[in-house]
């Protein structure tokens, strides 16, 4: 809906969503931009965009990853900033996959502060580990019309047959196996979670129960932006 006003208040806000893989960051995040026009940043899609534009620290990435290696923090800050300045920005933007280390925690505050600019959230979605895993180790979808399925929660009402659209082939993400999401979980405890404390201590962070229905976690994201 592109006459919705950017929060009722208009009041552009500036948030991180934090939460492990699989919990949901990226659908809320859609929604947030869908409804609310936010701008969402996530590093890939920064990365692929200035790697694309070519701009300074776009060519600087570019040469990096052509030689095989890691984009480093510093990169990842600069390309970050670049995108700052742009003026869609100003509408209020969403971090989606940053920071994920207090490394990143600490440029990120420093990139703010230098530009002006406020974070005025950090919204957490809380999950209980095992239910996630259980979730994601069992989701499946329709290969032709892309229809969302999970083993043990919802089954084809026909076996082997897409309900949407009767096709027999169905696909699974090669990531959601057992040993690959709690490998991501780990990191996401050691790496990601012990930044919480320091946004805690700012009084910024927000919990959702990320185990709840979709709309369940979009109503609860709305009521703090609108608080
Ligand atoms: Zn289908």
């Known amino acids: 809906m592109a006459s919705a006003p950017a929060t009722p208040a208009g009041r552009p806000l500036n948030i991180i969503l934090l939460g492990p893989p699989g919990a949901g960051k990226g659908t809320q995040a859609g929604k947030l931009v869908e409804d609310r026009r936010m701008v969402q940043l996530s590093t890939g899609d920064m990365l692929r965009a200035a790697v694309a534009a070519r701009t300074p620290v776009g ?101 082997v047959t897409c309900d949407v659209c009767g096709s027999h082939h169905f696909k699974r993400r090669p990531d959601d196996n057992e040993e690959t999401v709690r490998t991501r979980l780990a990191e996401y405890r050691a790496k990601t979670a012990p930044i919480l404390p320091h946004y805690e201590a700012a009084g910024l962070v927000r919990r959702v129960d990320g185990m709840a229905p979709i709309g369940g976690v979009e109503a609860a994201i709305a009521a703090i932006l609108d608080a």
């Open 59 to 159: 060519l600087e990435a570019k040469a990096v990853m052509d030689a095989g290696a890691l984009v480093s923090d510093e990169i990842v800050t600069g390309i970050l900033s670049e995108r700052l300045d742009k003026d869609d920005v100003k509408r209020g933007f969403i971090l989606d996959g940053y920071p994920r280390t207090a490394a990143q925690a600490e440029a990120l505050a420093k990139l703010l502060a230098a530009k002006g600019m406020t974070l005025h959230h950090v919204i957490e979605l809380a999950v209980d580990e095992e239910a996630l895993v259980d979730r994601i180790t069992g989701r499946f979808s329709c290969d032709r019309c892309g229809a969302g399925y999970h083993d043990r929660h919802k089954p084809p009402r026909i076996a």
